[in-house]
T-cell receptor, first 112, second 113 residues
């Protein structure tokens, strides 16, 4: 089955720790996105990538980092500089000629 | 002013009624408009998208777009308890080919049996 796989489903971070959220897609999509969702809020864009080895900051990139070494993979690292990381993180991809975003199942990150 | 605004609700309607969800946006250059449904703890799923002024129907769902007034709405006919979810409005700026969407905060819909 084609789709987007996010792991883990739940993640806990200790203070001062960096954690990495995985996002893998086998849809052959060029564009990939990371969104953050806080309770009762909409999605806010963290980073996006339109092609391998290239990515751009979204609206709330501070405290986060990404890489795009392979078309299929777009991992997100939540660094210790992100002081309020507790949120639901969603990865999405989009075909080059399409409008629809395909979402992964999300990762819930909490702080211990 | 937020770029995309929705009433957070909850909007409560009885089963079988029409649910009307509204969204306003600030960027007049916006050209693509999307409605996503999100169940609690799950990822959003696309219900409809609309580009042109007027109505677009798909089954029980109708999207309405009025660019002059900068609003887009979603009507759900014959509402069912399974329609109870948060509905997210998203807007894409026409000048951007990045596919970036700006989301509203979502409206929670409750359909009571």
């Amino acid at each position: 089955d084609g789709g987007i796989t996010q792991s883990p489903k739940y993640l806990f971070r200790k203070e001062g720790q960096n954690v990495t959220l995985s996002c893998e897609q086998n849809l052959n999509h060029d564009a990939m996105y990371w969104y953050r969702q806080d309770p009762g809020q909409g999605l806010r864009l963290i980073y996006y990538s339109q092609i391998v080895n290239d990515f751009q900051k979204g609206d709330i990139a501070e405290g986060y980092s990404v890489s795009r070494e392979k078309k299929e993979s777009f991992p997100l690292t939540v660094t210790s500089a992100q002081k309020n990381p507790t949120a639901f993180y969603l990865c999405a991809s989009r075909p080059t000629q399409g409008e629809k975003l395909f979402f992964g199942s999300g990762t819930q990150l909490s702080v211990l | 002013q937020k770029e995309v605004e929705q009433n957070s609700g909850p909007l409560s309607v009885p089963e079988g009624a029409i649910a009307s969800l509204n969204c306003t946006y600030s960027d007049r250059g916006s050209q693509s408009f999307f409605w996503y449904r999100q169940y609690s703890g799950k990822s959003p799923e696309l219900i409809m998208f609309i580009y042109s002024n007027g109505d677009k129907e798909d089954g029980r769902f109708t999207a309405q777009l009025n660019k002059a007034s900068q609003y887009v709405s979603l009507l759900i006919r014959d509402s069912q308890p399974s329609d109870s979810a948060t509905y997210l409005c998203a807007v894409k700026n026409g000048s951007s080919n990045t596919g970036k969407l700006i989301f509203g905060q979502g409206t929670t819909l409750q359909v009571k049996p």
